[in-house]
């Protein structure tokens, strides 16, 4: 069946332009979850959703992002005036529940470049 | 804070040599481990996971783990290793009080034919 696929594949931006960026989860996945992988750093957590909700915004790094889901399906990451700092691969990945011994699901990704 | 620390950044071996990755966590409790691979140029995929039962996991390509609860640790095996096991290979956990998965910085395993 189809996995999580997630859109653009790789987006180059100017510093201070907004950028969206697309996840599409595994249908019937209740749980989507946005990561940032840096080079050598790992996947940091940005955000959940359980359903349409998101109850924990703590790990997202500053007010210029933000996430939406609808539908509990497709889900959005916006950064807003873009940073260098802000470059990375996003990731995004879908459980069928919240917690527990449930396994996520990858996307390919996001590469995000700001120039 | 809860954490999962991966001791080795890089591994560089040789075909046929054993593997064995390091994995530590910080949970105390009920707590859900995984191993995920991302081949190169490839999505993370799930390598196996441990949530109760026989500590010893067995995944797919040869891979195997074992929990040990009283060392918190989760260490990744391969008796033979091949040159198409080279990836990234990240440790996860969670646990029954928080819905995020915490990943481990991630060993990269170079194995030379």
């Known amino acids: 069946g189809a996995g999580v696929s997630q859109s653009p594949s790789n987006k180059v931006t100017e510093k201070g332009k907004d950028v969206e960026l697309r996840c599409d989860p595994i249908s019937g996945h209740t749980a989507l979850y946005w990561y940032r992988q840096s080079l050598g750093q790992g996947l940091e957590f940005l955000i959940y959703f359980q359903g349409n909700s998101a109850p924990d915004k703590s790990g997202l790094p500053s007010d210029r992002f933000s996430a939406e889901r609808t539908g509990g399906s497709v889900s959005t990451l916006t950064i807003q005036r873009t940073q260098q700092e802000d470059s990375a691969v996003y990731l995004c990945?879908?459980?069928?529940?919240?917690?527990?011994?449930?396994?996520?699901?990858f996307g390919p990704g996001t590469r995000l470049t700001v120039t | 804070a809860q954490s999962v620390s991966q001791h080795n950044h890089h591994v560089i071996l040789s075909e046929a040599a054993s593997l064995e990755l390091g994995c530590n966590y910080s949970y105390g409790g009920t707590v859900n481990l995984f191993w995920y691979v991302q081949y190169p140029g490839q999505h993370l995929q799930l390598l196996l996971k441990y949530f109760s039962g026989d500590p010893l996991v067995k995944g797919i390509k040869g891979f195997e783990a074992e929990f040990i609860k009283s060392k918190f640790s989760f260490n990744l095996r391969k008796p033979s290793v091949q040159w198409s096991d080279t990836a990234e290979y990240f440790c996860a956990a969670s646990s029954g009080g928080s819905y995020i998965p915490t990943f481990g910085r991630g060993t990269s395993l170079i194995v030379h034919p």
């Open positions: 990945a879908s459980s069928l529940e919240l917690a527990g011994p449930y396994e996520q699901y």
